[in-house]
């Protein structure tokens, strides 16, 4: 019974999966020539295929690994990324496409910052609290910056900022926390601790310290966590786009997420939430760079359980309490029209720490995307007065 509910999802017998299988994946090609099937063919084939995946895993990780790699080695992923939706092939996407598959495996004797190959690409990948968490450290600054992704945001979140950051002459850590990208998806729930320290033991492992810290979204709330356990490591922390506890508006909305996710999918899911993240002149004048944020989102392949996992960190954060005993040089940052963590919420955390920094930046959820520029600069600015010398 291992198979049956993946199998029951296909329509097919075990002893059918190869040809069955195969046979899928050549339809699904075939329709994609068709783009008006995309979505339809992402929210209900895509998204069925990975849960049932998701499923058959849980109840047997060896059938399910050698389902996957049956998946993987008839094209299905291949032939959504040969058609350059957004915009055709030889166009550059400004918004990358997150991909959540697991590294290539490192023995068990796997020191940290070894070389691992995901997607086929050699990537640095460090092994810490028994997980392996993959990151890109570049620049030669003598200061570091390290930031810390949201819910469902792989390392490529800092795009718009890292050219910035090394040509102001600093050097940028950025990893893919638990449960997204080419990092380790265990099982959750994860916490906003269980997270800053993952980021402490990677930082350990790379011999960084005295470092200025920034998450947004999520990654504000695990940078309150580490700054409340490790202020000794940081020159600054910065808390973009979140909260200290996410209140009875918040909490309504993750719960509906949670309802959603196991349902029509985490893709469908997030492009729901790029409502949430841009401000009305994005949607009305910017249509080719939402166009390429939704494909990315469109082909967001977070597993069920690992969306969950990250999902309860926002859930379940709370430092309400202990804000006051954060003494680390702090910047609040807020795109000034967020409504997905409205700013009220944001500026509580300000009113909490003793002697923090507030600014607001254009822009709404998604300022480090819709407005760079202005988020940039102003970031830089604060870590500027917080300096070496």
């Keep these: 019974m291992r198979s049956g509910r993946f199998l029951r999802a296909l329509g097919v017998t075990p002893h059918q999966v190869p040809a069955e299988l195969a046979e899928l994946a050549a339809l699904y090609r075939s329709l994609l020539a068709d783009r008006r099937m995309l979505v339809v063919l992402d929210d209900a084939l895509t998204g069925a295929l990975a849960r049932a995946l998701d499923e058959a895993s849980a109840e047997d990780p060896e059938f399910g690994t050698q389902l996957r790699e049956l998946w993987d080695r008839v094209g299905l992923r291949a032939a959504a990324g040969d ?121 350990d492992s790379l011999g960084i310290a005295d470092f200025h810290l920034m998450g947004v979204s999520m990654g504000g709330m695990i940078a309150q966590e580490y700054a409340h356990a490790y202020p000794a490591d940081l020159r600054s922390v910065t808390f973009a786009c979140t909260y200290a506890a996410p209140g009875p508006f918040c909490s309504r909305m993750f719960a509906m997420w949670a309802d959603m996710v196991p349902v029509l999918g985490v893709p469908f899911v997030m492009r729901d939430v790029t409502l949430w993240a841009f401000t009305l002149p994005f949607f009305e004048q910017r249509t080719a760079e939402l166009e390429e944020f939704e494909t990315a989102m469109r082909y967001l392949d977070q597993p069920v359980h690992a969306f969950l996992a990250q999902l309860a960190v926002i859930q379940e954060h709370d430092t309400t309490s202990r804000l006051g005993e954060i003494t680390v040089p702090s910047l609040v940052l807020a795109g000034e029209e967020d409504i997905l963590i409205p700013v009220a919420l944001s500026h509580r955390i300000h009113e909490g720490i003793p002697g923090s920094e507030w600014a607001t930046t254009k822009g709404g959820h998604g300022c480090v995307w819709e407005h760079p520029a202005d988020f940039n600069r102003t970031y830089l600015d604060f870590v500027a007065r917080h300096r070496k010398g």
């Design 83 to 203: 058609q350059g939706i957004a915009g055709g092939p030889d166009r550059a996407a400004r918004w990358p496409i997150a991909t959540s598959r697991s590294p290539t495996p490192c023995s068990p004797s796997c020191t940290p910052a070894c070389t691992c190959i995901p997607e086929g690409k050699t990537m640095p990948v460090a092994r810490v609290n028994d997980i392996e968490l993959n990151y890109k450290l570049e620049g030669e600054g003598e200061e570091t910056i390290v930031l810390v992704n949201g819910l469902a945001d792989d390392l490529e979140t800092w795009v718009l900022q890292v050219d910035e950051f090394l040509a102001a002459g600093y050097r940028v850590l950025r990893f893919d926390n638990r449960g997204i990208g080419a990092s380790a998806k265990p099982a959750g729930p994860y916490s906003s601790r269980m997270l800053a320290d993952d980021a402490k033991a990677l930082v």
